[in-house]
């Protein structure tokens, strides 16, 4: 019989071990050379009975094929879930209705004397656009005169409370021929749907309430300020808002040269079936800026420092200029 130590030294991997380290030598035998099932459930290898369990897999044990199939199936779906609410996700922030300025800010100057300022954007699909532009609000005093013996005085008055002193309409088609008047009155598109409240209305009954409301508007109109939709206007031609592929559109806003300045509100409504599906609001500024700018702000903010710096300037100028006419 061969020595039993003999079977320890033959080999290469074997001759590392000897007699008195056969429970290393199965520990490691079990770790790494065990059955597959034993791996597999941190069980000790089917050849090495009675040997220690893998101490590693018995912490991490490895799945069975059945489990592994199954982990798989569940991370597909997850997959295919996440796919689709991202997709879900991103059709819902695909706005109805986009649309911007060219510019946001107007300036003016000693040299302004009225502007363009272009409006564009692009619709998900076929309607009807409409543009309206609402300038800062402020209170207006509308005055009727009347004839007193030969000479013309005023007489009523009506203050209008916190209206815009700038207001213009523009649509692809006029706006009755898409929508109902109870639509327009409630957004306020059109002049005839815009709010103009009377300062102590009651003291006044409906018919002198309506000419007022007409003189303010037709006022308004000769000045520039108001217009649109076939009403008059500063700029012929743009009250309209060019559609392209039903998709795309662009207008023209003009601004005259007595523009208020403040800040303005331009609203772009998308209609279909009559009703409003989308909106989107984009400010404007317009300011006066430079030298004109410094005076504008002096006079109204400083009045009595203005009027009297107004008249020495007037004497001095007139006092220069008569010695300069005694001289010649």
């Not at 706005?95 to 510019?103: E, G, I």
């Not at 500024?285 to 008249?311: N, T, W």
Request: proline content about 6%; overall charge positive.
């Amino acid at each position: 019989m061969a020595d039993p130590a003999s079977r320890w030294r033959s080999g290469d991997r074997g001759s590392r071990w000897g007699p008195g380290n056969r429970g290393l030598a199965i520990w490691r035998a079990a770790l790494f050379t065990g059955g597959d099932r034993g791996r597999r459930q941190g069980r000790p290898s089917p050849g090495l009975e009675g040997s220690m369990p893998n101490p590693v897999l018995a912490l991490f044990p490895v799945p069975s094929p059945g489990r592994r199939r199954l982990a798989r199936r569940a991370a597909g779906v997850c997959a295919l879930a996440t796919f689709l609410l991202g997709g879900l996700a991103a059709q819902a922030q695909v706005q109805p209705l986009v649309a911007d300025l060219s510019k946001h800010l107007v300036a003016i100057t000693t040299a302004f004397s009225g502007t363009d300022v272009l409006l564009f954007g692009a619709t998900d699909g076929p309607g009807d656009v409409v543009m309206v532009v609402r300038g800062p609000r402020d209170s207006h005093v509308v005055r009727r005169k009347d004839k007193l013996g030969i000479i013309w005085a005023n007489q009523e008055s009506v203050v209008f409370d916190e209206v815009p002193t700038f207001y213009r309409v523009a649509s692809n088609r006029p706006l009755e021929s898409f929508t109902t008047p109870a639509v327009l009155s409630r957004h306020q598109i059109g002049t005839a749907y815009l709010a103009l409240p009377v300062r102590d209305a009651d003291f006044y009954d409906a018919p002198t309430r309506a000419v007022f409301r007409d003189a303010f508007l037709r006022l308004k109109r000769q000045q520039g300020l108001y217009g649109g939709m076939g009403e008059d206007s500063a700029a012929p031609g743009d009250d309209r808002i060019a559609l392209l592929d039903n998709r795309l559109f662009r207008a023209n806003l003009y601004f005259p040269a007595n523009v208020p300045v403040g800040s303005y509100i331009v609203e772009v409504y998308l209609f279909r079936d009559g009703e409003v599906v989308s909106a989107e609001i984009t400010p404007l500024v317009i300011s006066k800026i430079g030298i004109g700018a410094e005076i504008f702000d002096f006079a109204k903010h400083r009045a009595l420092a203005y009027g009297v710096a107004a008249v020495i300037v007037a004497i001095a100028a007139g006092w220069l200029a008569g010695v300069a006419f005694r001289k010649a």
